[in-house]
């Protein structure tokens, strides 16, 4: 009875304070990319959370591109599965040069105001002993019927094993609009 | 460095309902999140509407699989947004739902991710959608209804949990 009790008093105390936040970036419009830097080695995981525009003057979703620790090469692995109002459809891609997110951001002849979304999952990030894998969940709607817009799973390797000390968001085609936001999340092991 | 995950409120059925509401929603948050469980009294999809607002302005998209098939749905200038398209709910088995509603207190549309988790027991599915609510007004009240039978009730014990998610 008593260690299992302990056991509970053990688990409260660590979600008290098991995720913080970290580092905001936001848009003022035009940017090509956003980038966090410095990121502390003194969580388990990261979370990034938020909602993008692409200045690119096409109507439907479009992704978001992360790169880390400015590695430009050929190192990322990347698959989907996403759903466009009629059809669920899988892609993938080996030797890119960005881990994309597809659906997080929407083209700028869109309507109005709407915004795509993602919450992205970079799992063990500080390890120095293991590639780092990815996982994403991200939305783009906009109240149209176009196959372009987007419900999407997203998964990713970086073939890397240093710890991610930068994460590099890439507007998925030209840059972002005003009002895009992402946040960073440190989550506790 | 600021915590940032906390909950808001909790609502416990403790008898059936056609609804339930979180009202008065702070806009101190950067991101909310419910997290529901449930059952209902028979079969039923599910939807949720923000402000009061019962009009035309909500829109989804979906992608599930059912266990022999994936599949992909739309519903545009719908009355709500869709919780569950294709997998319906339990009147035993309960389900999971986790909405994500990012800058939900900000001047843009309002978008929202739902992960559904709905396993029956050799039948149900899994689901993960995006909707729109065409409002640049700060959510400040969430409904969940049941949207495909009007004397359809969330079952006694169902138990609704919003968390607030604060960036720095």
């Not at chain 1, 009875?1 to 848009?27: F, H």
């Not at chain 1, 109240?143 to 987007?150: D, E, G, I, P, Q």
């Not at chain 2, 009061?52 to 200038?77: H, I, M, P, V």
């Amino acid at each position: 009875m008593s260690s299992v009790l302990g056991i509970i008093a053990s688990s409260m105390k660590g979600v008290s304070g098991a995720y913080e936040s970290i580092a905001t970036v936001t848009a003022s419009g035009g940017q090509t990319s956003l980038t966090f830097s410095s990121i502390p080695s003194t969580y388990k995981h990261l979370e990034i959370r938020g909602i993008a525009r692409d200045t690119l003057t096409i109507d439907g979703g479009v992704g978001v591109k992360i790169q880390f620790n400015g590695d430009t090469g050929s190192n990322y692995v990347r698959h989907n599965l996403r759903g466009d109002g009629g059809n669920a459809v899988a892609g993938a891609n080996t030797g890119f040069d960005n881990i994309a997110f597809v659906g997080g951001s929407i083209g700028d002849s869109s309507t109005s105001n709407a915004f795509g979304a993602s919450i992205i999952s970079i799992v063990d990030y500080a390890s120095t002993s293991k590639n780092k894998t990815v996982r994403g969940f991200s939305g783009s709607e906009a109240n149209t019927s176009s196959a372009n817009f987007y419900v999407v799973l997203n998964s990713g390797l970086w073939l890397n094993t240093a710890a991610i000390t930068s994460i590099t968001l890439i507007a998925g085609q030209a840059s972002y609009a005003a009002g895009s936001t992402f946040a960073l999340y440190g989550i506790k092991g | 460095m600021p915590t940032t995950y906390e909950p808001i409120a909790t609502q416990t059925l403790g008898s059936a309902a056609l609804s339930i509401t979180l009202s008065s929603i702070p806009s101190t948050y950067t991101d909310v999140k419910l997290v529901f469980t449930g059952t209902t009294s028979s079969a039923e999809y599910l939807g949720m509407q923000f402000n009061s607002d019962t009009g035309a302005n909500y829109a989804n998209r979906s992608l599930y699989g059912n266990g022999s098939s994936a599949g992909s749905f739309q519903a545009l200038n719908t009355n709500y947004i869709y919780l569950s398209g294709i997998p319906s709910t339990s009147t035993t088995i309960p389900f999971l739902l986790e909405i994500d509603l990012l800058s939900y207190a900000g001047s843009k549309f309002k978008t929202a991710l739902i992960r559904l988790s709905l396993d029956k027991n050799g039948s149900g599915g899994v689901e993960r959608l995006v909707g729109l609510w065409s409002s640049t007004s700060a959510i400040n009240s969430i409904k969940l209804l049941i949207g495909s039978n009007g004397s359809a009730t969330f079952s006694t014990g169902s138990t609704a949990t919003l968390y607030g998610i604060k960036n720095a």
